[in-house]
């Protein structure tokens, strides 16, 4: 047995429910928690609904934004075109040290979509993953999105899983850059019918997915978390 605290640090996990929070404050605590972590940080996941607000990334195209009206537009330093998030919707967040872990982003993201199509097996949905378009879908309709940024070796933001929600501001946008896209939820093709469901689905899968021994399930932001200024 290792007696060394970073080696055994890898295996555990904090998840903590933040339920429903502002996204951009809860973005700029990620960017704190990814500047200020070291190696004896432990890894989180942040399970959280947001207030309606588009995201735009780093890739984000102005033309994906057709008519987005009352709901904010927060422009983000993830991967990815422009989504939604709004109530009803699961998210979580992935605050992962992926240098300890040895894995590279693209793994990570197959994890996650591996979790995701986990979940929803659940439910006995038949869903998959795309090499060229991340996320996850039913019937080539887009039931998650995912988008991801890493920064010193640690990953953070994260999957975006429609459950039971308006879905009416997807037709504001090309989701994640797709014109035409059809998004669906959970609640439609007999999933899970509220964000309660579906994250434990979700936690159960990417704990056994992230090989983590000793999970601690937290609530609201991590006690250290002081308000930064947004970059």
């Given at each position: 047995m290792s007696n060394s605290s970073t080696v055994d640090n890898k295996h555990n996990l904090i998840v903590r429910q933040l339920n429903t929070m502002d996204y951009s404050k809860v973005w700029h605590a990620m960017q704190n928690f990814t500047d200020n972590r070291d190696e004896q940080t432990l890894d989180e996941l942040w399970l959280v609904e947001h207030p309606p607000v588009f995201t735009q990334g780093q890739a984000g195209k102005e033309e994906h934004l057709l008519m987005p009206g009352d709901i904010e537009v927060v422009k983000v330093d993830r991967g990815g075109q422009v989504t939604y998030h709004g109530p009803g919707q699961q998210v979580i967040y992935f605050m992962i040290n992926l240098r300890r872990r040895k894995i590279g982003v693209r793994q990570l993201v197959t994890l996650i979509e591996n979790g995701i199509v986990a979940a929803l097996n659940n439910y006995h949905i038949k869903a998959y993953p795309k090499s060229d378009a991340p996320g996850v879908y039913v019937d080539d309709k887009k039931v998650a999105s995912l988008g991801l940024r890493v920064r010193k070796g640690c990953?953070?933001?994260?999957?975006a899983l429609n459950v039971n929600m308006d879905l009416s501001p997807f037709l504001r946008i090309n989701p994640c850059g797709y014109a035409g896209l059809e998004m669906i939820q959970t609640c439609d093709i007999k999933g899970p019918k509220n964000t309660a469901s579906a994250s434990k689905a979700l936690v159960e899968h990417l704990i056994s997915l992230l090989e983590?021994?000793?999970?601690?399930?937290?609530?609201?932001?991590?006690s250290n978390y002081e308000q930064p200024n947004a970059n």
């Open positions: 990953s953070f933001h994260g999957l983590s021994n000793e999970v601690d399930y937290q609530t609201g932001l991590p």
